[in-house]
């Protein structure tokens, strides 16, 4: 699919060059393929990530110095213009960082996507159950059975605050505790066949009852005060409404490798996935 000549990519309403608008898009794939991972692949992420910060801060010193005169209410906007708790505006890298905060967890979406696509072609009868859902609640239940059954993320860590006890093991200040996100999203104490695909677990009354502490693809408890990603809610949306777009095109899939390795952080269908619209 080509874009029409008049098509400019924009960030916040500002309109980037098809160069900056690769580049970027390149970066932010390779800082969420780097994540949780050594080797080559952690330090083209570092230094993607050092890429766009310098990019970024650019672009906000441009939108303080030449305002638009239309306000786009965009997030770049919202980053730029945004004033500490002294009253003063972010420098330019902080700004920059924040703004990435947002762009990059937008990019990790397209792995859940490609996990969808992987979904409809393992099992193709929920592309006639996404068509025709009209209200979008199997649509949406389809993206959480994406998230769960799914591994892009095996586990998430953090260090201990302070001394405390839980569930009577005591950890010490400053260890390091893994959230095993797989092993819980799979755990057979929580999931009827946690192995089979099956959005109507999300679907209905027998749902899980509490999900903060069930369903835990993007972290676990409340993201206010626990490792919780907040843009969850933004992800979910998001793939409802592209696998229901999936569900609706025509296409074939060639012959590839869709084994998914559970040995690479994050992991994807070895042959990623490809298509053929009709």
């Known amino acids: 699919?080509?874009?029409?000549?008049?098509?400019?990519?924009r960030l916040g309403g500002r309109a980037l060059s098809d160069a900056q608008a690769a580049d970027l898009a390149?970066?932010?794939?390779?800082?969420?393929?780097?994540?949780?991972t050594l080797g080559p692949r952690h330090l083209r992420a570092r230094q993607?990530?050092?890429?766009?910060?310098?990019?970024?801060?650019?672009?906000?010193?441009?939108?303080?110095?030449?305002?638009?005169?239309?306000?786009?209410?965009?997030?770049?906007?919202?980053?730029?213009?945004?004033?500490?708790?002294?009253?003063?505006?972010?420098?330019?890298?902080?700004?920059?960082v924040e703004l990435l905060n947002i762009i990059r967890p937008t990019v990790a979406i397209a792995w859940f996507a490609t996990f969808a696509a992987h979904a409809l072609h393992r099992w193709p009868?929920?592309?006639d159950l996404l068509r025709a859902d009209t209200a979008g609640s199997y649509a949406e239940a389809f993206a959480h059975e994406v998230r769960r059954f799914y591994p892009f993320a095996p586990f998430v860590a953090g260090l201990t605050a302070q001394d405390l006890t839980w569930h009577g093991e005591h950890l010490p200040k400053?260890?390091?505790?893994?959230?095993d996100l797989y092993g819980q999203n799979h755990d057979p104490a929580l999931w009827e066949d946690p192995y089979r695909f099956d959005p109507?677990?999300?679907?209905?009354?027998e749902g899980p009852q509490d999900p903060l502490d069930n369903l835990i693809p993007q972290g676990g408890g409340d993201p206010a005060r626990g490792h919780r990603c907040p843009g969850e809610d933004i992800t979910v949306t998001a793939l409802a409404v592209i696998a229901t777009e999936l569900a609706r095109l025509d296409y074939d899939v060639p012959d590839q490798d869709l084994g998914i390795p559970l040995s690479r952080v994050p992991t994807l269908p070895r042959s990623g996935f490809e298509l053929h619209l009709r």
């Open 26 to 36: 390149v970066d932010c794939t390779s800082m969420v393929d780097g994540f949780a």
């Open 125 to 127: 009868q929920h592309r």
């Open 174 to 179: 400053d260890a390091l505790v893994l959230l």
């Open 200 to 205: 109507r677990r999300f679907a209905g009354p």
């Open 1 to 9: 699919m080509r874009h029409t000549a008049t098509y400019r990519p």
């Open 48 to 96: 993607a990530r050092r890429r766009q910060e310098q990019a970024l801060a650019g672009l906000i010193i441009d939108v303080r110095t030449t305002p638009e005169a239309d306000s786009t209410g965009s997030a770049l906007e919202a980053v730029a213009w945004h004033r500490d708790l002294d009253g003063n505006l972010l420098d330019p890298r902080t700004a920059a």
